[in-house]
């Protein structure tokens, strides 16, 4: 609020000089009062321009911040989505490896019965014998 006054104040004071140099008949005091009324709307213009530059600067923060902060978050969701890659990449090759060992050892126990017996005992050979038909021309 003093702020706000001062500038009252001011505004004032720039309004009402042209009155009180038309007043001022000594052209040594109307010179100085000039110059002092020049000297106070130049540190108007200063202070509005110091304003205008800490508004402006504290824009640029409030932007640079917020630019920090998507930055961060875009760096969060591509690690999850690499993280995730890599996972289901792992477990894919895990799952395949696992499955393809599985179906190897029962062919293999299946392999190894046949040698023993001399006979096919999994149902799953024994339904793909009877489906074979042998056709001579």
Do not use: P
């Given at each position: 609020?003093?702020?706000n006054?001062?500038?009252k104040d001011?505004?004032?004071?720039?309004?009402s000089?042209?009155?009180d140099?038309?007043?001022?008949?000594d052209?040594?005091a109307r010179?100085?009062?000039?110059a002092?009324?020049a000297t106070?709307?130049?540190?108007n213009?200063?202070?509005?321009?110091?304003?205008?530059q800490?508004?402006k600067q504290?824009?640029?923060?409030?932007?640079?911040e917020e630019?920090?902060k998507?930055e961060?978050?875009?760096?969060?969701?591509?690690?999850i989505?690499?993280?995730?890659d890599?996972?289901l990449?792992?477990v894919g090759?895990?799952?395949?490896?696992?499955?393809?060992?599985?179906?190897?050892?029962?062919?293999?126990d299946?392999?190894?019965?046949?040698?023993?017996?001399?006979?096919?005992?999994s149902?799953?050979f024994?339904?793909?014998?009877r489906?074979l038909k042998?056709k001579f021309w």
């Amino acid at each position: 609020m003093d702020n706000n006054v001062e500038t009252k104040d001011l505004v004032k004071i720039l309004s009402s000089s042209k009155d009180d140099l038309d007043s001022i008949f000594d052209e040594k005091a109307r010179a100085q009062y000039l110059a002092a009324i020049a000297t106070i709307y130049e540190s108007n213009v200063k202070e509005r321009e110091l304003e205008q530059q800490a508004q402006k600067q504290s824009f640029e923060n409030k932007l640079k911040e917020e630019q920090l902060k998507a930055e961060k978050s875009k760096d969060r969701a591509e690690i999850i989505v690499k993280a995730t890659d890599v996972l289901l990449k792992f477990v894919g090759t895990i799952t395949g490896v696992v499955v393809g060992a599985g179906l190897y050892k029962q062919c293999w126990d299946e392999g190894l019965e046949y040698e023993k017996t001399g006979i096919i005992t999994s149902k799953r050979f024994q339904d793909h014998i009877r489906s074979l038909k042998i056709k001579f021309w």
